[in-house]
């Protein structure tokens, strides 16, 4: 049996936003305002959530994601129609009723939990949320009496000069006793314009002799409601200061906070540093001493632990432990990082697996591949996958070393331990340990043992150079 539900208002338009996306699907911090509303009201333990619905009502139920129920409201006749229609899908059974805007984002779980703690105790028919704000201008004023009880909301654009003065103002957010709610409703009469003020029903009760009560909010910059496009880039900056707190109480060194972006969703491990200009959007997973930035950009990524990504982007891709990641490097989606590598200066990697301890330092493309552990990629590296009309994938066996400027005309599988001669245009695949030259490459020598790695280069991280002596494929030799 629920007792506890929730009605989120977000039928209206937004006008003063002056956007073609409906104000409550702006996002805030990575996501839209609707959501981290939804998701404070879960965390306040209300598992009933309904979510009215009007203007764009279409994308507005798409983005719930199955985070609350949604009910339409059409016509918009304003916040009290809004709660009736939102009545509807709100179970009998329920005894409190949570009612918050749908533009007011930033409000914390406890607020909410607050609100229903103070509803619930005493005799009230309804407990608002107010805030004492230093510039009240387009909130509902409330309005005390003598004896400090609350007599009535006035909305801004029906205030006097004397209660436009007041700054303790309406958030939008109130707990209401459900059957109170439920027959007092329809008593609200229509505004001259014809609207129908939930506001209104504070006078109601006051002038019936029920008591409203209070909860004032402790950190007013929290309740604000977002109306246009400056005060959502205020919530913007204020929402990204508590993250980066959260996170630095948490354990992770942000070097400065005013200059790192990091998205609602993003997790960061233990003894982690966010150096400057590093923005980490999405669902990004950051590992326990990582060290992120300066001016790195990742997207729904994650990075492992003691791994470094500097001035590189990350999209969809995964990068495993005690990896070294750029200056420069892309990394697209799809992209899988094996522990140890080290992925360098203008290096592209995209739906492709990398093995451990693989090195691509310099300059390269890797797409739709397959590459071994211990593998060198050297500079000028470019997977050739697409031929106009499909893509094809390349495969690199364990300790495989491609020699610079090497051109790998997909599908090709190099074999384990295999190498390729700076310059080679790889058009068939390479047994294991054999060498190829040239262009098409051609094989040259003895395989190479790819068991033991017998025959690989001493060194491995060091790409045969151009300029470096090679022996020259004869006319007639084999592809094998
Ligand atoms: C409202 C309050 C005001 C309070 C302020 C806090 C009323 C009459 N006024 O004013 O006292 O200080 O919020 O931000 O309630 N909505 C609907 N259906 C409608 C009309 C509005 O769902 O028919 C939704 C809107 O999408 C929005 C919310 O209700 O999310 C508030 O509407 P808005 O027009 O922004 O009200 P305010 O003028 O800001
Ligand atoms: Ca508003």
């Known amino acids: 049996?629920?007792?506890?539900?929730?009605?989120?208002?977000?039928?209206?338009?937004?006008?003063?936003?002056?956007?073609?996306?409906?104000?409550?699907?702006?996002?805030?911090?990575?996501q839209p305002m609707l959501t981290h509303i939804l998701d404070a009201l879960h965390r306040a333990g209300i598992e009933h959530r309904v979510v009215v619905t009007g203007h764009a009502a279409e994308g507005v139920e798409a983005a719930l994601a199955g985070r609350g129920v949604s009910v339409r409201q059409d016509p918009q006749l304003g916040t009290a129609d809004a709660?009736?229609?939102?009545?509807?899908?709100?179970?009998?059974?329920?005894?409190?009723?949570?009612?918050?805007?749908?533009?007011?984002?930033?409000?914390?779980?406890?607020?909410?939990?607050?609100?229903?703690?103070?509803?619930?105790?005493?005799?009230?028919?309804?407990?608002?949320?107010?805030?004492?704000?230093?510039?009240?201008?387009?909130?509902?004023?409330?309005?005390?009496?003598?004896d400090g009880s609350v007599r009535a909301i006035v909305e801004d654009r029906h205030a006097d000069a004397d209660q436009r003065r007041l700054d303790e103002v309406n958030v939008g957010t109130y707990c209401f006793d459900a059957a109170w709610l439920r027959a007092n409703l329809g008593m609200v009469a229509a505004s001259p314009a014809g609207e129908y003020y939930l506001t209104d029903l504070v006078g109601l009760a006051a002038s019936g002799g029920r008591r409203v009560a209070v909860v004032d909010a402790p950190r007013p910059e929290l309740t604000a409601g977002i109306n246009d496009r400056v005060q959502l880039a205020a919530a913007e900056r204020l929402l990204r200061a508590e993250i980066a707190e959260r996170h630095m109480r948490a354990g992770v060194t942000i070097v400065d906070p005013e200059t790192t972006h990091i998205d609602a969703a993003v997790e960061i491990g233990q003894d982690a540093r966010i150096e400057p200009w590093t923005v980490l959007r999405g669902a990004t997973v950051i590992g326990q001493d990582a060290v992120i930035g300066p001016h790195a950009e990742l997207r729904d990524s994650r990075v492992g632990p003691r791994s470094t990504v500097w001035?590189?982007?990350?999209?969809?891709?995964?990068?495993?432990?005690?990896?070294?990641?750029?200056?420069?490097?892309?990394?697209?989606?799809?992209?899988?990082?094996?522990?140890?590598?080290?992925?360098?200066?203008?290096?592209?990697?995209?739906?492709?697996?990398?093995?451990?301890?693989?090195?691509?330092?310099?300059?390269?493309?890797?797409?739709?591949?397959?590459?071994?552990?211990?593998v060198n990629i050297g500079a000028g590296t470019v997977t050739a996958n697409f031929d106009g009309t499909d893509k094809h994938r390349t495969i690199i066996g364990d300790g495989a070393f491609i020699g610079s400027d090497t051109m790998l005309r997909a599908p090709v599988t190099i074999g384990p331990g295999a190498r390729t001669g700076a310059g080679a245009v790889v058009t068939r695949d390479v047994p294991a340990g054999k060498t190829v030259v040239g262009m098409p490459a051609r094989a040259i020598g003895a395989p190479r043992d790819a068991t033991t790695g017998a025959g690989r280069p001493a060194k491995a991280g060091k790409s045969l150079a151009a300029g470096e002596p090679l022996p020259v494929a004869e006319r007639g030799d084999s592809d094998a």
């Open 1 to 30: 049996m629920v007792a506890l539900a929730a009605i989120v208002l977000a039928a209206g338009q937004g006008t003063r936003m002056r956007s073609r996306l409906p104000k409550v699907l702006h996002p805030l911090a990575g």
């Open 83 to 146: 709660v009736r229609v939102g009545l509807g899908r709100v179970p009998g059974s329920v005894r409190h009723v949570v009612v918050t805007v749908g533009d007011a984002p930033l409000l914390p779980a406890e607020l909410f939990q607050r609100l229903v703690a103070e509803q619930a105790e005493g005799d009230s028919v309804m407990t608002l949320l107010s805030a004492r704000v230093p510039d009240p201008a387009g909130y509902g004023r409330i309005v005390r009496g003598a």
């Open 311 to 374: 001035a590189s982007i990350l999209e969809e891709a995964s990068v495993a432990e005690d990896c070294e990641i750029g200056p420069y490097s892309h990394l697209r989606p799809g992209a899988e990082i094996g522990a140890r590598c080290r992925i360098g200066n203008f290096a592209e990697v995209k739906q492709s697996r990398i093995g451990a301890g693989t090195q691509q330092h310099h300059f390269s493309y890797l797409g739709d591949a397959e590459v071994g552990e211990e």
